[in-house]
């Protein structure tokens, strides 16, 4: 598939040029330690008495403010204040029961490059965010300038050291070196940015030197407006005390610049880079009812926008390791998952790849233009006779057809959406998945790893017993399955089915990355929620987007969910067949988990 991103969560509106808000989302490192531990000490710094002094700060400043119960604040910083910003959020949603909170936070590296580019164009929606706050009465405080609020609150020079330095994870700089990336092959051959077009960035803030890097070849070609998101590790992150402690009215807010930004960035035709590396684990003590309140309040003003900016903008999201992401893939040595990324990204031969995947989808469409529109998946034992774990059919829409991570905008923009891709993907009708399947791979949902999932579909969609329970079962966190179920219109249908084999690099590393851009591009999966309109023939032709999107529904695709998630079927135990409608024929497309294309090409030769 084309792995949806979103900005981690939309509440905290774009840092200046800009810094994650989410829909779809790193422990703290100091250079004593090892990723992901609780326990933190730093050359004999009190780090929880230290942030215990913090927080008393905070409260002190949101009480000089004046701040009020369900008043809207912001908070104007610099990035290295990161950790007293956080406190303030937390404090402001928990002991002071605020509106909601706008954290406007420069990055000094991004500042510098502004002023060296002669930057000062801004989105047009920043300029409704700030009339918003304004009229509506927003508290403000500011921590800027040379007054240092460390000092002011009481911190000893190391807990001032430790609260700076420590702000993301440390990465020596023979590291550094092995995680570069070259601008371009970002910039212009995965998204062939245009000179000028605006460019929203993604990110942790352990990427912002490649972050900078980005920009800075951005300004270079013509470009004068730049979003740019960071998201925090999980001690800093600042959409964690949202979705604990804001009220369920702030919770549910939408404001008319939120909108207006998705707006914009369709209108500008904004670039999209989303470096993939985030914490998998970031939401995890959450309530994930919470998490589906918020989004699904976004979704009902806002999911036509985002099927928009998926459809009709260029994006790709890349991936970059960080330190967080690969402790969660099992590397012991950030720099090993760096040297693994070259090999997962196929760097300097970018195109020769893509150019394969390309073929790959024409011998699939060459056999559902000859009828074969039904794939059954099928799971054997040692012995190749079904074992019963998995016997799912999925029927096709007469409109299917198979695409590969290189998409084209309605206007003809052309562009890579993931990178990594090993996927031949299409859209299968929505009423025409029956049996069961059991999904070969851990999933994450809101920060909670789903396991062991089993599930059974009846004319399309997920079947339900007597009492109208969805028939799925999984040995761990169940509830957060059943949760996301709930939580959106018409993602208990496919929406997406895609073929992938083990001559994936992903495939031959045989590692759990716990990152749905990378397990996705591991194995065969198919997706729960929205299709892609690019998979059916004729719905990129349409200029209106709602059209589009009717026109895709009507071919019988899953055009209109608000959601998207997807789930690993394959695995070398699982075959995929292709079933002629017209006939009844079958053929086998992947048998002990490769393509049988590449067996015949290889018996022509």
Request: proline share 4%.
């Amino acid at each position: 598939m084309k792995t949806t991103f979103t900005a981690p969560f939309a509440l905290h509106q774009p840092l200046q040029a800009k810094a994650v808000s989410h829909n779809h989302q790193s422990g703290l490192v100091s250079a004593r330690r090892s990723a992901g531990t609780d326990s933190v000490h730093f050359s004999g710094t009190n780090v929880k008495g230290a942030e215990a002094t913090l927080k008393t700060y905070a409260l002190q400043l949101l009480t000089q403010a004046q701040l009020k119960p369900g008043q809207k604040l912001k908070i104007e910083a610099d990035s290295f204040f990161l950790p007293l910003v956080r406190q303030m959020v937390e404090a402001a949603y928990r002991e002071k029961q605020s509106g909601l909170v706008w954290v406007d936070m420069k990055e000094p590296e991004l500042e510098k490059l502004k002023k060296q580019y002669g930057i000062t164009e801004d989105f047009d929606f920043v300029r409704q965010q700030e009339e918003t706050f304004a009229s509506e009465g927003a508290a403000v405080i500011r921590l800027k300038g040379p007054e240092n609020h460390y000092v002011k609150a009481g911190l000893s020079p190391k807990q001032t050291e430790f609260m700076i330095r420590n702000r993301s994870a440390q990465v020596s700089p023979q590291t550094r070196q092995l995680l570069q990336i070259a601008p371009d092959e970002i910039l212009e051959e995965c998204l062939h940015l245009k000179p000028g077009q605006p460019v929203q960035i993604v990110g942790t803030r352990e990427q912002l030197p490649i972050i900078a890097q980005l920009v800075e070849r951005a300004y270079q070609r013509g470009t004068r407006l730049v979003e740019v998101k960071l998201q925090e590790d999980k001690r800093w992150d600042l959409s964690i005390p949202f979705f604990k402690y804001a009220s369920d009215a702030v919770l549910t807010e939408v404001p008319a610049y939120s909108t207006a930004r998705l707006q914009e960035f369709v209108d500008k035709n904004i670039a999209a880079v989303f470096l993939e590396g985030s914490d998998p684990a970031l939401l995890s003590e959450v309530d994930s009812a919470r998490i589906s309140m918020h989004r699904k309040a976004k979704a009902e003003h806002q999911n036509d926008l985002e099927l928009q900016l998926m459809s009709e903008t260029p994006w790709v999201g890349y991936y970059s390791p960080t330190t967080i992401s690969a402790k969660a893939a099992g590397y012991k040595k950030l720099k090993d998952a760096a040297r693994d990324a070259k090999q997962i990204n196929h760097v300097g031969h970018l195109a020769q790849h893509i150019e394969r995947l390309k073929q790959q989808a024409e011998q699939l469409n060459a056999l559902v233009r000859q009828g074969y529109r039904t794939l059954r998946f099928v799971s054997v034992d040692s012995q190749g006779r079904p074992d019963g774990k998995t016997d799912l059919n999925v029927g096709l829409t007469q409109k299917s057809i198979f695409v590969s991570a290189e998409m084209t905008t309605p206007s003809g923009h052309r562009f890579m959406a993931n990178v990594p891709s090993e996927e031949s993907f299409t859209a299968p009708d929505r009423m025409k998945t029956n049996g069961v399947v059991s999904i070969t791979m851990p999933i994450s949902i809101n920060g909670k790893r789903v396991e062991g999932i089993r599930m059974e579909f009846k004319d399309g969609r997920i079947a339900r017993d007597e009492q109208g329970k969805p028939k799925v079962t999984a040995t761990q966190n169940l509830e957060e399955l059943l949760t996301w179920l709930e939580s959106a219109e018409n993602v208990d249908m496919l929406g997406e089915i895609a073929l992938v084999d083990k001559h994936s690099p992903i495939a031959k590393m045989n590692r759990f990355f716990d990152s749905i851009l990378l397990d996705e591009n591991r194995t065969s999966h198919f997706a729960l929620g929205a299709a892609y309109p690019d998979t059916i023939e004729g719905a990129m032709d349409i200029t209106d987007p709602d059209a589009r999107i009717a026109y895709a529904t009507e071919q019988g695709a899953n055009a209109d969910a608000e959601d998207h998630l997807d789930f690993m079927i394959g695995g070398p135990n699982v075959q995929v067949i292709m079933r002629n409608d017209d006939n009844g024929k079958e053929l086998t497309v992947i048998k002990n988990n490769e393509f049988q294309f590449r067996n015949q090409a290889k018996r022509r030769r």
